[in-house]
């Protein structure tokens, strides 16, 4: 099954820095439920963001997906994306080393 990376970016980067809506602080809940129920299902390799707060900060998750237009399709699931919280952009990606045991909690 191919594996795919996915980048996304919060639209409005004072979200980050100045503190979430009430709104973007929802959409951020689904966004993280429709990543963990993902996981549950095997497609969702790994997910996490940066620490920083400026327009710089990013989200990146690994997937594995059947193929482009299944991508797609989880792209267009997200909630952050469909609801315009973040905007998304993913590659056909090659995991070249991976060692789970070095990966802390």
């Known amino acids: 099954m191919p594996t795919y990376i996915y980048r996304i970016q919060p639209v409005r980067p004072e979200m980050l820095s100045s503190g979430a809506t009430e709104e973007e602080a ?5 966004h993280f439920a429709y990543l963990d129920k993902l996981m549950n299902e095997g497609a969702l390799i790994l997910a996490g963001r ?3 707060s400026d327009y710089s900060s990013f ?7 059947r193929d482009d237009d299944h991508m797609r399709q989880i792209t267009a699931g997200d909630p952050g994306v469909a609801k315009k919280l973040f905007r998304a952009e993913w590659y056909p990606y090659r995991i070249a080393l991976h060692a789970p045991h070095n990966v802390e909690g």
């Open 59 to 65: 989200g990146i998750a690994i997937f594995n997906a």
């Open 26 to 30: 929802g959409i951020t809940a689904e």
């Open 50 to 52: 940066t620490l920083n």
